[in-house]
């Protein structure tokens, strides 16, 4: 029942930013971590960064440095703040949250539905 709500998804040029948001059900009290994944076409599912609770992040390899995940616990959502983006990260971009904490119990692994990031000239 519980269902994250993600925005920010689009087509820009290389070196281009976005910055996506994820957003949790007002009822939800709070959410242990908090990340964004991805899958481009053909390929697998990749985790592209997340954030704790306690403000612990990790990010892959392939973005260190170029996006930046941030939380606002108040609202309960999380950002990704995407920099010089290149084509190879055109993918659908994924919320996920783990132990998402609400009214009706706790939610061990929530995903959105995802929102399209395309990088081309």
């Known amino acids: 029942q519980v269902q994250l709500v993600e925005s920010g998804g689009g087509s820009v040029q290389p070196g281009g930013s976005l910055r996506l948001s994820c957003a949790a059900p007002?009822?939800?009290?709070?959410?242990?971590?908090m990340g964004w994944y991805r899958q481009a076409p053909g390929k697998q599912r990749e985790l592209v960064a997340n954030?704790?609770?306690?403000?612990?992040?990790y990010y892959a390899d392939s973005v260190n440095g170029r996006f930046a995940i941030s939380r606002d616990n108040a609202k309960i959502t999380v950002y990704l703040q995407m920099n010089s983006l290149k084509p190879e990260d055109t993918a659908v971009y994924y919320c996920n949250a783990i132990d998402v904490h609400g009214p009706n119990g706790v939610y061990g692994d929530v995903w959105g539905q995802g929102t399209l990031v395309t990088v081309s000239t």
């Open positions: 007002r009822s939800i009290f709070s959410i242990t971590t």
């Open positions: 954030i704790t609770s306690g403000e612990n992040t």
